[in-house]
């Protein structure tokens, strides 16, 4: 057995001993952490603050999480349990039956999963109080028949099991806006609290000149665009380089991150002739670094995000930002009018005014401090923790 296995089980024994003597928080979460991202950093900050009030801490993965996110937790003081969900709710219905059973808690605290389901019933065999995160954006569609099925979906499953549900935390006033608009539901059980960030991790680097030889800059204006997947429209920023390029030639542009279109934008690149203003940074360990050297980050996502975490921590960092207007942009960029509509064009336009003019960079990162931070996003849970109980 490894000793990572072995440390594993041995918390599940702690669990029982620990829960039986103080209060706890069950926070159940469909999936399997690869990094140390917002998210992560959230369940740390939240077992401290919970341990400081004396409630333990049992966190549900649906595998081992990478060892630095698993040390940083257990450190915390967290418990780590491994349970892969099934595809079948009765399933898991059986399974959280059983663990809910061993550990006492006060509160569950689905995350990932979907809201109205079989599970909540759990809520009548225990004295305990669930609650969802509703981390999850979408896709448009422009099909009315799908826009039907999907409302009746939501609506009916929301008929059968909302009656077990305590809260649900909606990372964006756009995630629940969409329980109206979309899903036709209307409940006081719906409560916005926006993601945090650790401000400490995403600030302005001082050593600017030493992150530009990195990547080979000099004087250049710098536009960046973070993540290659087809939805986070990187092509939208490629097309829109000659135009940009027209107006201010001292430009390159960096697309970090990685995804299925990589391919497609250098043999876009290419057939612009822009090869030597583009320039591919792949993983890179810190975005922070990015965001620094950024004249413009720039945000073409198609994707309805429920919380565009790439805005908040780039406004962090002090770096202007334009952006499509999807998803929870609007909740989260600090002036709107950077945000412009899907079009190639209009985003060039932006951007060439953004750089031409100068931006406010101060007041975003203000903005950021005030509304996303990891402090005030870990607070807020405990204040609905705390009204539950």
């Known amino acids: 057995m490894s000793m990572r296995n072995f440390f594993l089980k041995s918390n599940k024994s702690d669990a029982m001993s620990t829960t039986g003597i103080k209060r706890c928080i069950l926070s ?10 917002s998210f992560e950093e959230f ?25 630095p996110v698993e040390k940083a937790l257990t450190e915390s003081g967290a418990i780590i349990k491994v349970i892969k969900p099934s595809s079948s ?18 509160i569950i605290h689905f995350h990932f999963y979907s809201t109205y389901t079989v599970l909540n019933y759990l809520k009548f065999l225990f004295n305990i109080n669930i609650i969802y ?3 999850m954006g979408g896709r448009k569609t422009n099909s009315k028949i799908k826009k039907i099925l999907r409302r009746a979906y939501y609506y009916l499953n929301f008929v059968f099991y909302d009656v077990g549900v305590s809260k649900i935390i909606c990372v964006s006033d756009f995630v629940k806006s ?7 539901i209307k409940s006081e059980k719906l409560h916005v609290i926006y993601n945090g960030i650790n401000t400490d991790k995403f600030y302005k680097k001082d050593k600017m000149e030493s992150i530009k030889k990195t990547y080979g800059l000099k004087d250049e204006y710098v536009i960046s665009c973070v993540g290659l ?24 542009f960096i697309f970090a991150g990685e995804g299925e279109c990589k391919d497609q934008l250098g043999s876009m690149a290419e057939e612009i002739k822009i090869t030597d203003k583009v320039i591919f940074a792949g993983k890179v360990p810190d975005l922070s670094d990015i965001y620094s050297i950024s004249s413009v980050v720039v945000i073409p996502s198609t994707f309805e995000e429920a919380f565009c975490f790439v805005a908040a921590e780039a406004m962090a960092a002090e770096a202007p930002v334009v952006a ?13 009018n950077y945000i412009v509509s899907a079009d190639h064009k209009l985003l060039a336009s932006k951007v060439i005014e953004c750089i031409k003019n100068g931006a406010d960079t101060e007041s975003p990162r203000k903005h ?17 923790y705390k009204s539950l109980l």
């Open 28 to 37: 159940i979460c469909d999936i399997s952490p690869s990094k140390m991202g």
């Open 43 to 67: 369940l740390i900050h939240l077992t401290k603050k919970l341990n400081d009030i004396d409630f333990a801490h049992v966190i549900v993965f649906r595998d081992i999480p990478i060892y």
């Open 89 to 106: 709710n009765i399933v898991n219905f059986y399974t959280f039956y059983s663990l809910i059973k061993r550990t006492c808690p006060s």
């Open 133 to 135: 995160t509703d981390h």
């Open 178 to 184: 969409k329980y109206s608009k979309d899903y036709a």
């Open 229 to 252: 997947r087809m939805d986070k429209g990187p092509h939208y920023l490629l097309k829109a380089a000659p135009l940009i390029l027209k107006e201010i030639n001292n430009v390159k």
């Open 324 to 336: 499509f207007d999807s998803g929870a942009i609007k909740d989260v960029l600090y002036d709107s």
């Open 368 to 384: 950021v401090m005030n509304n996303f931070s990891l402090e005030s996003n870990v607070s807020k849970h405990l204040e609905v």
